[in-house]
């Protein structure tokens, strides 16, 4: 499972994945348009190759040296989200990946309509149901 968060707008995104390697990472950051993407991570292996792809700025905190921030770089955003899904999921007690994808939609919908006001959030259930 990846977390992905938009700095920019604020979304937040789980990401239900079989494997963590670098191809389902470079699947997941390949709908970013033409410009340059500025990519911040942990020191998980996978993201390395990005190092070595102009297409992709990558800024990294390793959390096994002790480093949390780094000026802009920082993953607590993710984390606290990826914190939130497995408390959702946890009633489950073990969910397969095949079924991953159906247990994450009604936890993204509730993040999406969390603090909106009545009628706005009401407006984003019936958009998601229909």
């Not at 159906?102 to 936890?107: I, K």
Request: aromatic share 8%.
């Amino acid at each position: 499972m990846f977390t992905l968060v938009d700095r920019g707008s604020g979304q937040r995104y789980v990401v239900p994945a079989k494997s963590a390697d670098e191809a389902t990472v470079r699947l997941l950051l390949d709908n970013r348009g033409k410009e340059s993407l500025t990519v911040y991570t942990d020191g998980f292996r996978a993201y390395d190759p990005l190092d070595d792809d102009e297409s992709f700025h990558r800024e990294s905190v390793i959390h096994g040296n002790g480093e949390y921030v780094d000026g802009d770089a920082h993953v607590n955003t993710c984390e606290s989200h990826a914190s939130l899904a497995r408390r959702w999921l946890s009633p489950h007690r073990g969910v397969s990946k095949d079924k991953l994808t159906a247990y994450l939609r009604p936890f993204q919908l509730r993040r999406r309509i969390l603090r909106k006001p009545g009628r706005e959030a009401l407006k984003q259930i019936v958009r998601a149901v229909l």
